[in-house]
């Protein structure tokens, strides 16, 4: 099955920074990389999500990669704010029906 | 509208008891799954139903735990003889149908606020 690894666990950043948080997964038959964000005493949300037909995906400040050939995937968030602070998740899956297999997890904090 | 509803919020159980999680999807949302989040442990698969079939089990830890959905609606996550190691968040997430002709989802998970878990 899917296993998906997510580096780095933590990450600190300046308010204005970059942060980057980068996942690999083993089935090449994934086709589908979303990432989610949790916050503190809430259920993971959505935030933006790639397809294998696609390279990059942008929405305002945030940013996915996906390199199908070396099988990793990457978010990317410009102009770093306090609420940005949660931790993110990246997923894989397969094929539609199938269940999301997610990393475990980056907790990113941005200080002001 | 409404989003996925998840009760009890907290339970606090002996070792030993039986516990049941339950689960009210967003209507209309064919697919439903379960996950666990132990504290460094992510996003732990268990089940996933679509309508009240469950074609991947898979991610269930033992026999102790079974999930049920009837009427393609309201599901149930049963822990029967509790553990220690059970403690956790149980999380919902639900998803529309996929589009015409297959049976996948459109890919966006619907999360509840989770039942977290304590087995003293």
């Known amino acids: 099955g899917e296993n998906v690894e997510q580096h780095p666990s933590t990450l600190s950043v300046q308010e204005g920074d970059s942060a980057v948080i980068k996942c690999t997964y083993s089935?090449?038959?994934?086709?589908?990389f979303p990432w989610y964000k949790q916050e503190l005493g809430k259920g993971p949300q959505l935030i933006i999500d790639?397809?294998?037909?696609?390279g990059e995906k942008k929405d305002q400040r945030i940013a996915v990669t996906l390199n199908k050939t070396a099988k990793h995937f990457s978010l990317h968030i410009t102009e770093t704010q306090p609420e940005d602070s949660a931790v993110y998740f990246c997923?894989?899956?397969?094929?539609?029906?199938?269940?999301?297999?997610f990393g475990k997890g980056t907790t990113l904090s941005v200080s002001s | 509208g409404a989003g996925v509803s998840q009760s009890p919020s907290n339970k606090v159980t002996e070792k030993g008891k039986d516990v049941e999680l339950r689960c009210d999807p967003i209507s209309g949302h064919t697919a439903l799954y379960w996950y666990r989040q132990s504290l460094g442990q992510g996003l732990e698969f268990l089940i996933y139903?679509?309508?009240?079939?469950?074609?991947?089990k898979s991610g269930l830890p033992s026999d102790r735990f079974s999930a049920e959905r009837t009427g393609g609606s309201v599901s149930t996550l049963t822990i029967q003889r509790t553990q220690q190691e059970d403690s956790a968040v149980y999380l919902c997430?639900?998803?529309?149908?996929?589009?015409?002709?297959?049976?996948?989802?459109?890919?966006?998970?619907?999360f509840g606020e989770g039942s977290r878990l304590t087995v003293l």
């Open positions: 790639i397809r294998s037909n696609v």
């Open positions: 139903f679509q309508g009240n079939s469950a074609p991947d």
């Open positions: 089935d090449s038959a994934s086709n589908y």
């Open positions: 997923a894989a899956r397969d094929q539609a029906g199938t269940a999301l297999i």
């Open positions: 997430a639900s998803s529309l149908p996929g589009l015409a002709g297959g049976l996948g989802t459109t890919g966006e998970l619907f």
